[in-house]
């Protein structure tokens, strides 16, 4: 991120620009994927154009996040990164898993692994971007709380301090918030996915005999 307000700016202008540009193209494969005959040609590369567009949406919304979280909010992309980025993919992997055959298992395992492997990228992810607001902003997640809620109660708190560095200071604590909630639904995902691989191994085993 660079330092100077002009440029962060047009940097985020810039941004913003891709991330509409993106997110055209991004539901333009969705919809592809959608309509896509099973076992033609063309599908491993739809998915991989679809899994380049998702990572791409990943950076720029992260870089617009970091830069200035009151243009993020404004623009909604916390709310778009998780959508498009996170939650439609597992989604996606969670409805192929109930669909999978019990004879089926290495197709079974590959998609397990695949859920897997975005769990723990999204998991990453948003612990390195708690970390990264908590270090910008010198926020103590143990008083950041007790600290909003009395500004709010005493506005003239804030009289000697910026109100604009407050107001950063609060949507911060806020998008963390978020941003924890968000670690819980993976937590959540993985308790759900252990107890799937469970029962997806006892069908195989009844089926096997």
């Not at 940097?11 to 005959?37: C, G, H, I, P, Y």
């Not at 998702?54 to 009151?70: A, P, Q």
């Not at 806020?174 to 691989?197: M, N, P, S, W």
Request: aromatic share 10%; with cysteine.
């Amino acid at each position: 991120m660079t330092t100077n307000v002009s440029e962060d700016r047009k940097t985020l202008k810039e941004l913003l620009t891709d991330a509409s540009e993106l997110e055209r193209e991004f539901l333009k494969k969705q919809e592809q994927q959608k309509k896509r005959v099973k076992g033609t040609e063309n599908n491993a590369d739809l998915d991989d154009d679809t899994e380049f567009l998702r990572n791409s949406l990943k950076d720029v919304y992260e870089d617009i996040l970091l830069i200035d979280l009151k243009t993020a909010n404004e623009n909604y992309i916390e709310e778009k990164l998780w959508r498009n980025v996170f939650y439609s993919h597992m989604e996606e992997l969670r409805q192929k898993l109930r669909k999978v055959k019990p004879e089926k298992a290495i197709e079974y395992q590959a998609t397990y692994l695949e859920l897997c492997r975005y769990l723990d990228l999204g998991t990453g992810f948003y612990h390195t971007i708690v970390d990264n607001l908590k270090i910008r902003e010198n926020i103590d997640l143990d008083r950041i709380g007790i600290e909003v809620f009395k500004n709010n109660v005493n506005p003239s708190a804030t009289a000697s301090r910026s109100v604009s560095k407050y107001r950063r200071r609060e949507l911060t604590a806020e998008y963390i918030q978020r941003c924890l909630i968000h670690l819980g639904d993976f937590a959540r995902y993985r308790e759900t996915l252990l107890v799937k691989l469970q029962g997806f191994i006892v069908r195989t085993v009844i089926v096997g005999f």
